[in-house]
């Protein structure tokens, strides 16, 4: 979910209730501290691990997001950062054990509403890396996103009205609820219109186009299905393995591939998993792409297909018994 969504659904919570100003305030932070995330990304930039250090990765578990929410509520605390942020915005951090408890309250909403999302959250990470996900929601619902910006771009100018924060919450619960529901009855409908409990649907940006999945032992096929239309107009076939030029040593360059901290990152955020392979000058040049993602890309263009395109594949060269991922 979007950053203002995040933040809305606290900040109306918490007001809707009539909680103290330094409690909505915790919990708001709680509500947006996980996506703090993106400043860890220059950890694994610089030594890549897997950590889960990444957007949606540690700090968005309920163990390490309890520690986030608390760290980020200390911090919005500080006399320094409280002077700056309170010139632009009704802004009373306090850190004390109730405001804890909000500010973790906000985080378990915030885990909530990205487990409705494509992809989902690793909720009970360290124990257990498995992403959790509904497929509901796109990664960012466009729709929601809009409503959620009007409203904040509104309660900025005019904060604290009883009424005008009751009627929001009634809204953005109808919109969400509603959208939800529609987004349930379409992902079910794609589902049954393939007849195959072995295919997995994944949303896109539309709530009524939707990706399926097939994966098979040697291949991997992605249907595309409209649900005003009622019919698939998209599909392909992606080999797992796709030796586009042969040479000597392949399984020991997949397997040294395996081992990089990049590829397990990789294979870790992706719906599944395909190679294409080929063999130059000694060194064999192995791209990781998922097949989902692909296909997503297929009606964007310019700037987002190029960062959707090096988020959605990952390249690893293997001279001998070294390999070094692009």
Same mark, same amino acid.
């Given at each position: 979910?979007?950053?203002?969504?995040?933040?809305?659904?606290?900040?109306?919570?918490?007001?809707?209730?009539?909680?103290?100003?330094?409690?909505?305030?915790?919990?708001?932070?709680?509500?947006?501290?996980?996506?703090?995330?993106? #400043?860890?990304?220059?950890? !694994?930039?610089?030594?890549? %691990?897997? @950590? +889960? *250090?990444?957007?949606?990765? $540690?700090?968005?578990?309920?163990?390490?997001?309890?520690?986030?929410?608390?760290?980020?509520?200390?911090?919005?605390?500080?006399?320094?950062?409280?002077?700056?942020?309170?010139?632009?915005?009704?802004?009373?951090?306090?850190?004390?054990?109730?405001?804890?408890?909000?500010?973790?309250?906000?985080?378990?909403?915030?885990?909530?509403?990205?487990?409705?999302?494509?992809?989902?959250?690793?909720?009970?990470?360290?124990?257990?890396?498995?992403?959790?996900?509904?497929?509901?929601?796109?990664?960012?619902?466009?729709?929601?996103?809009?409503?959620?910006?009007?409203?904040?771009?509104?309660? #900025?100018?005019?904060?604290? !009205?009883?009424?005008?924060? %009751?009627? @929001? +919450? *009634?809204?953005?619960?109808? $919109?969400?609820?509603?959208?939800?529901?529609?987004?349930?009855?379409?992902?079910?409908?794609?589902?049954?219109?393939?007849?195959?409990?072995?295919?997995?649907?994944?949303?896109?940006?539309?709530?009524?186009?939707?990706?399926?999945?097939?994966?098979?032992?040697?291949?991997?096929?992605?249907?595309?299905?409209?649900?005003?239309?009622?019919?698939?107009?998209?599909?392909?076939?992606?080999?797992?393995?796709?030796?586009?030029?042969?040479?000597?040593?392949?399984?020991?360059?997949?397997?040294?591939?395996?081992?990089?901290?990049?590829?397990?990152?990789?294979?870790?955020?992706?719906?599944?998993?395909?190679?294409?392979?080929?063999?130059?000058?000694? %060194?064999?040049? +192995?791209?990781?792409?998922?097949?989902?993602?692909?296909?997503?890309?297929?009606?964007?263009?310019?700037?987002?297909?190029?960062?959707?395109?090096?988020?959605?594949?990952?390249?690893?060269?293997?001279?001998?018994?070294?390999?070094?991922?692009?």
């Amino acid at each position: 979910m979007d950053l203002f969504t995040h933040a809305l659904f606290p900040y109306l919570l918490g007001n809707y209730f009539k909680k103290k100003k330094e409690e909505i305030t915790a919990f708001v932070i709680g509500g947006i501290a996980p996506d703090f995330d993106i #400043f860890l990304l220059l950890i !694994q930039y610089l030594y890549p %691990t897997f @950590f +889960l *250090i990444t957007h949606r990765g $540690i700090t968005h578990s309920f163990f390490f997001g309890f520690f986030t929410g608390v760290i980020i509520l200390y911090l919005a605390s500080s006399n320094a950062i409280k002077k700056i942020l309170q010139k632009y915005i009704h802004f009373e951090p306090v850190f004390s054990r109730r405001n804890i408890v909000y500010a973790f309250a906000g985080v378990i909403i915030h885990l909530i509403l990205d487990y409705s999302t494509s992809g989902g959250v690793p909720l009970f990470y360290p124990f257990d890396a498995t992403r959790y996900s509904t497929e509901l929601f796109f990664y960012t619902d466009i729709y929601l996103t809009i409503v959620s910006l009007i409203m904040v771009i509104y309660l #900025f100018r005019k904060p604290f !009205q009883t009424r005008t924060i %009751t009627k @929001f +919450l *009634i809204i953005l619960l109808l $919109i969400s609820g509603g959208l939800g529901a529609l987004r349930f009855a379409e992902k079910s409908s794609a589902e049954q219109f393939f007849h195959d409990f072995s295919i997995k649907s994944f949303p896109t940006m539309d709530p009524f186009d939707w990706y399926a999945q097939k994966e098979e032992s040697t291949k991997i096929e992605i249907y595309e299905y409209n649900g005003l239309k009622g019919t698939s107009q998209y599909n392909d076939t992606f080999p797992r393995l796709n030796v586009i030029s042969g040479g000597d040593g392949l399984d020991n360059a997949l397997h040294l591939a395996d081992e990089l901290p990049q590829l397990k990152m990789f294979r870790w955020r992706a719906h599944s998993v395909a190679v294409n392979a080929s063999y130059n000058n000694e %060194t064999w040049s +192995l791209e990781y792409y998922d097949p989902v993602q692909k296909a997503e890309m297929r009606g964007i263009s310019g700037i987002f297909r190029r960062a959707g395109a090096s988020f959605g594949s990952l390249t690893i060269n293997v001279t001998g018994d070294k390999a070094v991922a692009r």
